[in-house]
DNA sequence: GCCAACGTTGGC
DNA sequence: GCCAACGTTGGC
């Protein structure tokens, strides 16, 4: 399947992914994310990666998942800004995949652009604001790697 | 920094 | 279970 991971850049950026290699997606805090990561995001599976929160927003390379999801460690760590107190190691409620990088873009594909292509009005990206992981057809996937190229 | 959209919390 | 209050996301 095809997915789009936000993350702030200031935080962890595209070129932090590439840097490292690889990276442990975590800290997703919303139930809609969380059932994505847990129940759908596969070994294999393709990625986009979007910065935002930024002064560029829009898709800046694509990762590749190498891990399905497990518990994320942060909700047990009292320390972590993203520590749950409700969630136990018995009962986690916060799942994270491991990615790894595969492309960092040339240029970032800005949100503006992607906004101006009528086949892509359907897209998440563009009609729920607030979800940091969700899926992105084959179709989508396509048309936006043919922007790239 | 503003604010719209949406998610979460908690009283009832 | 409703809904008001509040918090967060995220573009601009």
Excluded at 95 to 105: E, G, H, P
């Amino acid at each position: 399947m095809y997915w789009l991971f936000k993350t702030e850049p200031d935080e962890f950026s595209i070129d932090d992914l590439e840097a490292d290699g690889t990276a442990c997606w975590d800290g997703i805090r919303n139930y809609q994310a969380r059932n994505f990561l847990r129940d759908k995001v596969t070994v294999g599976d393709s990625v986009f990666i979007y910065h935002s929160s930024c002064a560029r927003p829009g898709i800046a390379g694509q990762a590749e998942v190498i891990k399905a999801a497990y518990p994320d460690p942060a909700q047990f760590d009292a320390e972590s800004r993203y520590y749950d107190a409700k969630a136990t190691k018995n009962n986690p409620r916060w799942f994270c995949v491991d990615v790894c990088w595969r492309a960092t873009f040339a240029e970032v594909l800005p949100l503006a652009q992607l906004k101006q292509l009528p086949a892509l009005a359907d897209m998440l990206l563009l009609k729920q604001g607030r979800l940091s992981v969700q899926p992105v057809t084959a179709e989508q996937w396509r048309l936006i790697e043919g922007i790239i190229d």
